[in-house]
């Protein structure tokens, strides 16, 4: 059975941090997932076709990894991909306590899914898309935070 991981989260925008965290998932696994969630109830900065542009060009390279949407529950969107991992990149402790929280939830709602924490690298910690988000509000330059292939526009 193939192992395929999936990268949930909003992506608005993608910062270097999340692409570091799929670039070092890919050896892991035979296929990653980066599922942009679709929340009609939130608002967002970029619009999806945008994010998923982004996310496109920033994995391009990469055939093990696919970018696709999904409203709902993650675990819903796992188990309709046959996907056994739920990949979460955490940048502090307090990213631990909230995404470990979700995982045992998932976890009673999908025994047969694990998710995986893999910590952000030193250099990638402080970065946030709410952060870039901000910088970008007040007209600041996020460029050295989000990958070389998201062009702001």
Not at 23 to 34: E, G, H, W
Not at 35 to 44: F, Q, R, T, V
Not at 118 to 137: G, N, Q, W, Y
Request: net charge positive; aromatic share 10%.
């Amino acid at each position: 059975m193939p192992r395929i991981a999936v990268f949930p989260g909003s992506f608005d925008p993608v910062t270097k941090g999340h692409e570091s965290i799929v670039l070092r998932a890919i050896p892991l696994f035979d296929s990653v997932i980066v599922a942009i969630g679709n929340n009609s109830s939130k608002s967002y900065m970029f619009p999806l076709e945008k994010r998923k542009e982004w996310l496109r060009q920033t994995f391009a390279a990469h055939k093990q990894v696919q970018v696709e949407e999904y409203s709902g529950l993650t675990v819903d969107f796992c188990k309709s991909k046959s996907a056994g991992y739920i990949l979460r990149g955490i940048r502090t402790p307090g990213d631990y306590e909230f995404e470990s929280n979700i995982a045992q939830m998932n976890k009673m709602m999908q025994p047969s899914l694990e998710t995986i924490f893999m910590l952000t690298l030193p250099e990638h910690t402080a970065i946030s898309s709410t952060i870039v988000r901000d910088i970008l509000k007040h007209g600041g330059d996020a460029g050295q935070f989000i990958p070389s292939s998201v062009v702001l526009k």
